[in-house]
């Protein structure tokens, strides 16, 4: 059983979150497929001329799942700062799509950060390759069927949202969530596809268990400054 990571990412991020998240996935010691729409030196790198959108980013994770060849992947966001305790985790049943769902939010531009039950995104999958290839050959076979690539491109389009960026149970799929022993931080910045949600009124469903905190208490201090 082998366990790799796909990255991918817009190239539009601040080079200081780039670099932290980069630096951060390669302590993982995990082989890296990275798809990306300019040139990129991270792992084995594949480059797609589109441009930025939620079809391209279902283009850039098939591409990248067909690249790897490890069993299980770790689906990596190239705004996300990820433990390394979130690369332990090992999956149990390859039918499954197991989402971490220890994670905060960190809004960049102040030290707030957010978490809630069920803290699940796709940023936080690891699954099995095959199955996560089936589901996402479905997903573009649905938006090519449903003529979402005929739409004009907006940052986060209403079928995504009705079909949902992760898969879940309301397309079709079983899910479990795990626990890291140390949370992920998604970092909320100005060019996020999804809205940053940072205060419980962004909701329109109140989630449960909202907690707040500052960024420097997530990590143990010796982790930030490695």
Not at 45 to 60: F, H
Not at 66 to 73: E, G, L, N, Q
Not at 95 to 105: C, G, Q, S, V
Not at 143 to 153: A, C, E, L, Q, R
């Amino acid at each position: 059983m082998t366990k790799g990571i796909i990255y991918y990412t817009d190239n539009r991020l601040d080079e200081e979150i780039t670099q932290r998240v980069q630096g951060q996935i390669l302590k993982s010691g995990l082989p890296i497929v990275s798809c990306s729409l300019k040139p990129l030196d991270f792992g084995k790198n594949i480059v797609l001329d589109l441009e930025p959108s939620a079809i391209t980013m279902v283009k850039q994770i098939l591409t990248a799942l067909k690249a790897s060849d490890s069993d299980y992947v770790f689906f990596c966001e190239h705004d996300v700062l990820y433990h390394l305790s979130h690369f332990d985790f090992i999956p149990t049943n390859d039918n499954i799509f197991y989402y971490n769902t220890n994670a905060w939010r960190w809004d960049y531009s102040s030290n707030k950060v957010i978490t809630y039950d069920h803290l699940r995104s796709l940023s936080g999958l690891c699954v099995y390759r095959d199955k996560a290839l089936e589901h996402f050959n479905k997903k573009m076979k649905t938006i090519i069927d449903k003529s979402y690539d005929k739409i004009p491109v907006t940052r986060n389009p209403a079928w995504a949202r009705k079909y949902g960026y992760e898969p879940s149970e309301k397309n079709g799929e079983v899910t479990e969530e795990w626990r890291s022993e140390f949370p992920n931080i998604d970092i909320r910045h100005n060019n996020t596809m999804t809205p940053r949600k940072m205060k419980i009124e962004d909701f329109v469903h109140k989630p449960t268990g909202w907690k707040e905190s500052i960024i420097s208490e997530l990590w143990p201090k010796e982790d930030f400054n490695k």
